[in-house]
């Protein structure tokens, strides 16, 4: 007799999903049992459920398909939590699979071995839905929502929460659905030609695209857009990449003081493809964007939330970019805005001349970018070289840098390299995280070395949490607690049969990645640095 987990199992096979993230417990061995027979689907043990999620996260970015982790009840599940708000915030497509206590002892209180009381409120407001099933014949039909959920419109992490013992009993047969029919083309919002009309006409437009953008696999609709426009395009961390940023008309971060200061006051239109504008993407930073804002989206949820709208247009953001390209690539702008965007491309590119100079960190990056190919990915944790990098580090396609900002924790970049060299093994891969972050998830050097999963991995170690110091001293003068006490990182490393390199400069960490990337072996390479600022405000 077929167990509940084998309808979930088929829902995944029918997807398409070959590799998930997770560990086996108590209370998850009946799908653990299915997945044992299902030999398409690889799966992944990892040391911990936060890391295994940052994993899946970073596997859907780097796929741009669908993460799966499989946690169990109660203790399990919590631990998901931090790396499932961050998918969140990133729009990522993650489907966590977690387990509850039996169906009649839910809500009762007995406890029951792992229960938690009210489980499922952890997830409402970090998942773009949570689906819990109650009767074992709905396993199936329930995986195939959820999946399908996760990667409509604006994708998003889903959470399947089954009983244990509709997970692990007798259920009938699942037979498999014949794939619907080509869908209904989207439906273009009715004031598109409204919009055209006002890039038309504006003196200078701007494009901002944002992590949808990066999602969304309309990088090429973008750069035409910019090109006919001759519009300066300026992206969040996520969007960086959407158009290559030695494009004549790439000018990187939103936040970036040439940009909030000198580009987006010279622009009298805008143009938001795929980004929320929430508050830590572009206001926190000062930016001010024009008054004849088009905002392209998803859904009207974050729309006039922190930029009022003068014309907002919801729906299909590919559909979308692709008309406004049709309807403008055929008539390029040529005019003033050529010289105009030609002067900030120079200031710019001195800028970037002058910093590379002066700066240790514009070292450091240029160091690791001579290295990686275009189509590499630098996953960068929230640490203070990572911060450098989310401003100077130059991103040539979408999702060349990777990094934790729809919530801003530490320890993502590790695990979620690793789910980025999982999902594209033959693509040069590279994790840059600080001593303070790689504590967070370095067990998870186990998962590597089981999984023969290989790519150099950067600890930044200052001892200490650098920007956290920074910021007490910029505002009481004084760091306090700060300061971090830390293995032996070589030592560590060995620890795990990882081989680990100490360098002390940009030009020892040039060479050692050159070489720990062309092995294609797990490598840690502590890189000791002291940072004294982020490029907040000052760059």
Same mark, same amino acid.
């Given at each position: 007799?077929?167990?509940?987990?084998?309808?979930?199992?088929?829902?995944?096979?029918?997807?398409?999903?070959?590799?998930?993230?997770?560990?086996?417990?108590?209370?998850?061995?009946?799908? +653990?049992?299915?997945?044992?027979?299902?030999?398409?689907?690889?799966?992944?043990?990892?040391?911990?459920?936060?890391?295994?999620?940052?994993?899946?996260?970073?596997?859907?970015?780097?796929?741009?398909?669908?993460?799966?982790?499989?946690?169990?009840?109660?203790?399990?599940?919590?631990?998901?939590?931090?790396?499932?708000?961050?998918?969140?915030?990133?729009?990522?497509?993650?489907?966590?699979?977690?387990?509850?206590?039996?169906?009649?002892?839910? =809500?009762?209180?007995?406890?029951?071995?792992?229960?938690?009381?009210?489980?499922?409120? #952890?997830?409402?407001?970090?998942?773009?839905?949570?689906?819990?099933?109650?009767?074992?014949?709905?396993?199936?039909?329930?995986?195939?929502?959820?999946?399908?959920?996760?990667?409509?419109?604006?994708?998003?992490?889903?959470?399947?929460?089954?009983?244990?013992?509709?997970?692990?009993?007798?259920?009938?047969?699942?037979?498999?659905?014949?794939?619907?029919?080509?869908?209904?083309?989207?439906?273009?919002?009715?004031?598109?030609?409204?919009?055209?009309?006002? #890039?038309?006409?504006?003196?200078?437009?701007?494009?901002?695209?944002?992590?949808?953008?990066?999602?969304?696999?309309?990088?090429?609709?973008?750069?035409?857009?910019?090109?006919?426009?001759?519009?300066?395009?300026?992206?969040?961390?996520?969007?960086?990449?959407?158009? /290559?940023?030695?494009?004549? *008309?790439?000018?990187?971060?939103?936040?970036?003081?040439?940009?909030?200061?000198?580009?987006?006051?010279?622009?009298?239109?805008?143009?938001?493809? =795929?980004?929320?504008?929430?508050?830590?993407?572009?206001?926190?930073?000062?930016?001010?964007? /024009?008054?004849? *804002?088009?905002?392209?989206?998803?859904?009207?949820?974050?729309?006039?939330?922190?930029?009022?709208?003068?014309?907002?247009?919801?729906?299909?953001?590919?559909?979308?970019?692709?008309?406004?390209?049709?309807? *403008?690539?055929?008539?390029?702008?040529?005019?003033?805005?050529?010289?105009?965007?030609?002067?900030?491309?120079?200031?710019?590119?001195?800028?970037?001349?002058?910093?590379?100079?002066?700066?240790?960190?514009?070292?450091?990056?240029?160091?690791?970018?001579?290295?990686?190919?275009?189509?590499?990915?630098?996953?960068?944790?929230?640490?203070?070289?990572?911060?450098?990098?989310?401003?100077?580090?130059?991103?040539?396609?979408?999702?060349?840098?990777?990094?934790?900002?729809?919530?801003?924790?530490?320890?993502?970049?590790?695990?979620?390299?690793?789910?980025?060299?999982?999902?594209?093994?033959?693509?040069?891969?590279?994790?840059?995280?600080?001593?303070?972050?790689? *504590?967070?998830?370095?067990?998870?050097?186990?998962?590597?070395?089981?999984?023969?999963?290989?790519?150099?991995?950067?600890?930044?170690?200052?001892?200490?949490?650098?920007?956290?110091? +920074?910021?007490?001293?910029?505002?009481?003068?004084?760091?306090?607690?700060?300061?971090?006490?830390?293995?032996?990182?070589?030592?560590?490393?060995?620890?795990?049969?990882?081989?680990?390199?100490?360098?002390?400069?940009?030009?020892?960490?040039?060479?050692?990645?050159?070489?720990?990337?062309?092995?294609?072996?797990?490598?840690?390479?502590?890189?000791?640095?002291?940072?004294?600022?982020?490029?907040?405000?000052?760059?």
């Amino acid at each position: 007799m077929p167990r509940g987990a084998d309808g979930i199992v088929l829902a995944l096979k029918e997807a398409g999903v070959s590799t998930i993230f997770g560990i086996p417990s108590i209370h998850n061995i009946g799908l +653990y049992e299915s997945l044992r027979h299902e030999s398409s689907i690889r799966h992944i043990g990892c040391r911990h459920e936060a890391g295994a999620t940052h994993m899946a996260d970073g596997y859907a970015r780097a796929s741009r398909g669908l993460g799966v982790i499989v946690s169990s009840t109660g203790p399990g599940a919590g631990f998901t939590v931090s790396a499932l708000q961050e998918a969140w915030g990133s729009c990522s497509p993650v489907l966590m699979i977690t387990t509850n206590i039996d169906a009649a002892k839910i =809500g009762k209180g007995l406890g029951v071995l792992h229960e938690l009381e009210e489980q499922t409120s #952890l997830f409402q407001t970090i998942t773009k839905e949570v689906i819990i099933p109650r009767t074992g014949e709905g396993l199936y039909a329930a995986a195939k929502r959820a999946i399908a959920l996760a990667q409509a419109g604006r994708p998003g992490p889903v959470c399947l929460e089954v009983p244990t013992d509709l997970m692990a009993g007798d259920a009938p047969a699942e037979t498999p659905t014949p794939p619907n029919g080509a869908p209904a083309p989207p439906r273009l919002p009715p004031r598109l030609d409204e919009a055209v009309a006002m #890039l038309r006409t504006a003196k200078q437009p701007l494009i901002l695209a944002g992590t949808d953008a990066a999602r969304a696999n309309i990088a090429g609709d973008i750069q035409a857009l910019a090109e006919a426009l001759c519009a300066p395009v300026i992206t969040n961390t996520p969007g960086k990449g959407v158009v /290559p940023e030695d494009h004549a *008309l790439a000018f990187g971060n939103a936040a970036r003081k040439l940009v909030v200061k000198d580009i987006v006051p010279g622009c009298d239109a805008a143009v938001v493809i =795929g980004s929320r504008l929430r508050e830590v993407d572009a206001k926190r930073r000062g930016l001010a964007l /024009p008054e004849q *804002l088009i905002h392209v989206d998803w859904d009207e949820r974050w729309i006039s939330k922190n930029y009022l709208a003068a014309l907002p247009l919801v729906g299909d953001i590919g559909a979308i970019a692709r008309a406004l390209r049709t309807q *403008l690539e055929g008539e390029p702008y040529t005019g003033p805005r050529q010289e105009r965007t030609a002067a900030w491309r120079r200031q710019a590119d001195a800028e970037i001349e002058r910093l590379g100079r002066e700066r240790l960190e514009i070292q450091s990056l240029q160091a690791i970018r001579t290295v990686l190919p275009r189509d590499s990915a630098l996953v960068v944790d929230n640490t203070q070289l990572g911060y450098w990098a989310e401003y100077f580090y130059p991103s040539y396609q979408a999702n060349g840098i990777i990094g934790a900002k729809g919530s801003g924790l530490l320890g993502f970049s590790f695990p979620a390299a690793i789910g980025v060299k999982i999902a594209r093994p033959d693509t040069p891969v590279v994790g840059l995280i600080g001593d303070g972050g790689f *504590l967070y998830t370095a067990q998870e050097l186990a998962t590597c070395v089981r999984h023969n999963v290989g790519f150099p991995l950067i600890v930044a170690n200052d001892d200490a949490f650098g920007v956290i110091g +920074y910021l007490q001293r910029t505002a009481y003068q004084e760091a306090y607690q700060a300061q971090l006490t830390n293995p032996d990182f070589l030592a560590f490393a060995a620890a795990f049969g990882v081989p680990a390199t100490r360098v002390q400069s940009p030009p020892e960490l040039q060479s050692v990645l050159d070489r720990t990337l062309a092995s294609g072996e797990m490598h840690l390479i502590e890189y000791q640095l002291t940072i004294q600022e982020p490029p907040f405000g000052k760059y």
